[in-house]
């Protein structure tokens, strides 16, 4: 009898460490792609930083042409009424503007709609990667003294630096508010 049950135990525990090892594997697969997924992020966030700079430029540049034009609009309605060019030119030149105006102005729109988007997408992906339950205020200190330390060492542009501080501001923000809601948990 306490054969036969020492088999019935031995052949349970065998079931028991095929399953062990099986989902032990499935974690280190899991933890294996979480920590490429992390890696993954940081990569692209970073790029985007830097490129998001330079699309902001070429944005700005866009937006100071519309700027441009419309005050071209402005001064050809001047020239109007103070009788320096008569009614077909003004037409004829109000209409061009306002067309390049249209157009440029619906290419700012796109533009600027598809960076947000990007952006957007982005931030997501880098809070989750983030993983902000385990983080504490003092990691997102340290965070920001890192971004710091590098921005005066001139390691990094002003304006990755106002990206990524805002960004880590916004992350501790998160965390003392997660810190707050597990404590009051608690009580």
Sequence with gaps: MSEEMLKIYEELLKQINKTYDNYTEQIKRLNNMWSDYKTAVS?????????N????????????????????????KVKKELGLID????????????????????????????????????????????????LTTDQVDGMIKELEDSKA??????????RVKADLELVKRVVQALTLIKTESKS
């Design 43 to 51: 990569n692209v966030k970073r790029n985007w930083d830097v490129d």
């Design 87 to 134: 009614d077909d030119e003004y037409s004829k030149s109000s209409a061009e503007l306002t067309d390049t105006l249209t157009k440029l102005t619906n290419m700012y729109d796109e533009a600027k709609s598809k960076i947000d988007e990007v952006d957007k997408g982005i931030k997501e992906h880098w809070f989750r990667s983030m993983d902000v339950t385990s």
């Design 53 to 76: 700079i330079l699309l902001a430029l070429r944005i700005n540049e866009l937006k100071a042409s519309i700027d441009s034009i419309r005050e071209e609009l402005d001064m050809l």
């Design 153 to 162: 060492r001139g390691e990094i542009p002003d304006d990755v630096y106002s």
